[in-house]
């Protein structure tokens, strides 16, 4: 895989990085894309693959691209391409793991909740994770008994 930066814009302290990522596979295969990083999130900009990525594929793409974005813009924080965290919160500060993990999950979830934010973008915030690895902490948190169920059973 290959990162490399396409343009930056900067607006006080804050930065947002486009950087092309190319993916070359042992077949012959490539994937081309454009993406944004800004302050832990990442956008997909573009994406272009010869052959054709499907839809499965796609939806993982961002979770393949994290951790290297994340090292070209000279932060650690980033999950590994493996989707396993490091274990470093965005700010460089080591972050609780197993239950102390799913109690600052549920925390964050609640007071968002109760704020009328959006719990998912106030998990993401806390734990420095995309919105798919949030999305997948909310879930083990609701197994673990610390959130409600999603749905009610019938």
Request: a neutral charge; aromatic letters at 6%.
């Amino acid at each position: 895989m290959s990162v490399w930066p396409a343009w930056e814009v900067r607006e006080g302290e804050r930065a947002t990085r486009w950087l092309h990522v190319r993916l070359d596979f042992g077949d012959g295969a490539r994937v081309d894309a454009l993406a944004t990083v800004s302050e832990g999130w990442v956008c997909v900009e573009d994406v272009q693959a010869r052959p054709a990525l499907a839809l499965e594929d796609l939806a993982v793409f961002a979770d393949w691209i994290e951790g290297p974005l994340a090292r070209a813009c000279g932060d650690g924080a980033g999950p590994d391409p493996g989707g396993a965290g490091t274990g470093v919160h965005r700010d460089g500060s080591a972050r609780p793991r197993g239950p102390q993990e799913g109690r600052m999950v549920a925390r964050a979830y609640r007071e968002a909740q109760e704020r009328g934010a959006d719990p998912v973008l106030a998990v993401m915030d806390e734990t420095g994770y995309s919105r798919r690895g949030a999305l997948r902490l909310i879930g083990r948190t609701r197994d673990a008994g610390l959130l409600s169920p999603r749905h009610a059973r019938r």
